[in-house]
């Protein structure tokens, strides 16, 4: 076996280890309680390995409600150290699926551009957020001019490149919600 084919298998040896451990893991899922925070985190169309595991970690960190998955079928756990068992996953084949019932619970969603939209440093972000991350390289699956009750937020940047990483904004706004609607456990 020669580099590139070699480099293929590997990778595809990788990707079905990483659905195995999903498999063993989305049972646990399925007992998983809200977090102490209404926030809910929408993935549309993440690639299945590295980013959607940090998100559930950060996301378990920061007490997230859930988070909705959009056209993913499957996704490696283990960047997550094993938060996947502890924030909800709901599962929708259509962005509009979970923008539907989103908006239904009277949800205030959010998209996050670099150089578009409100900050996040001056925003007033509602207890129900809903923070939407697309695809690592293509963005959000969606035209947001087709979906109304989405606003705009972004991440104030100061480098050249105007890009983080999604897990990283991810982590960054929940910081932020966290400031604002913290919960402070008293006993």
């Known amino acids: 076996m020669s580099g590139p084919h070699k480099i293929r298998q590997m990778m595809k040896n990788e990707r079905e280890m990483a659905r195995r451990r999903f498999r063993r893991q989305k049972n646990k899922n399925l007992l998983a309680k809200p977090g102490a925070h209404e926030c809910v985190i929408v993935l549309d169309h993440l690639k299945p390995t590295y980013n959607i595991g940090k998100i559930f970690r950060s996301s378990e960190a920061f007490g997230v409600k859930e988070i909705h998955l959009v056209d993913i079928e499957f996704f490696d756990p283990a960047p997550g150290m094993g938060a996947f068992k502890w924030v909800p996953a709901k599962f929708h ?21 670099p150089g578009i939209g409100e900050s996040i440093s001056t925003a007033q972000l509602p207890s129900k957020s809903a923070f939407i991350f697309g695809h690592e390289e293509y963005g959000i699956s969606f035209e947001p001019e087709l979906f109304p009750k989405i ?17 990283v904004a991810a982590s960054i706004i929940l910081y932020e919600y966290s400031k604002q609607h913290g919960k402070i456990d008293k006993s």
């Open 151 to 167: 606003k705009r937020l972004t991440i104030p940047q100061f480098g050249k490149s105007q890009s983080l990483n999604v897990s």
């Open 93 to 113: 084949n259509t962005f509009l699926s979970s923008y539907t019932d989103l908006v239904n619970l009277d949800y205030t969603l959010y998209i996050l551009e």
